[in-house]
């Protein structure tokens, strides 16, 4: 859809996630995959800001051996490129009987949790609304830079919601989909890649019977 997301790989195992590593570039973060686990910070899935192969064979043990300690099995690793910078900022969209997808755009990670600082939109989403939902946070003097801190990419962060708003309407099968966090950093250079992107995903598809 032309959203900026991370570098990303799953290995089977250890020797994969090596092999991943490099194709991606250091620094790495590895998650560990496993059957029905949803919430990976909670469940100490990820480790984070791996910069050698020496440093990705220790995570992927130490993911390993936490989840055999815990009962639960990994199925492989989800290797990587780890982020540099950027806003933690979240996309989300649930289905409601009567309004169809609902979109949803606020500070993400954590803060999300804490202050619930989101808006909703419904789609078909014109591109003045895309802009008036970024606009109507409350933390949305974080993106525009205080204190000196360069703004970040807003037009982009618009984009990524009309694109979301389509992606839902033309596939009905799509009933829930969060993008957390989307890190929103500042608005690349010209013909340099976006700095901002999405490093956590999560779609919910069920088939339609039509
Ligand atoms: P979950 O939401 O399941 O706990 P995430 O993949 O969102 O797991 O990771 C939790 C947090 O770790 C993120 O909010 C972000 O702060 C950080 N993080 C995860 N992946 C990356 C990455 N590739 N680059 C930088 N930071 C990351
Ligand atoms: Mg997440």
């Not at 969209?93 to 803060?111: A, C, E």
Request: with cysteine.
């Amino acid at each position: 859809l032309g959203v900026p997301v991370a570098r990303w790989a799953v290995a089977a195992d250890r020797a994969e996630a090596l092999a991943a590593a490099r194709r991606i570039g250091y620094p790495v973060v590895v998650k560990a995959i496993s059957p029905g686990l949803v919430h990976k910070s909670e469940a100490k899935a990820i480790e984070l800001d791996l910069a050698s192969e020496a440093e990705v064979a220790r995570a992927c043990d130490a993911l390993s051996h936490r989840f055999a300690a815990a009962g639960l099995a990994v199925s492989g690793f989800f290797v990587q490129e780890m982020a540099q910078s950027g806003h933690e900022t979240i996309f989300g969209v649930s289905t409601d009987p009567r309004f169809g997808p609902v979109l949803m755009f606020g500070l993400g990670g954590k803060y999300v949790e804490v202050f619930r600082d989101v808006v909703f939109g419904i789609t078909p989403l014109a591109p003045s609304e895309a802009s008036e939902i970024v606009r109507r946070i409350r933390g949305v003097k974080l993106l525009e830079g205080v204190r000196g801190d360069a703004p970040a990419d807003i037009a982009l962060l618009e984009m990524v919601l009309l694109k979301l708003a389509w992606l839902v309407q033309h596939f009905p099968e799509i009933v829930e989909l969060d993008v957390n966090p989307f890190l929103a950093a500042a608005a690349p250079a010209a013909g340099e890649p976006a700095a901002s992107k999405a490093v956590d995903v999560r779609v919910r598809v069920q088939p339609t019977t039509t």
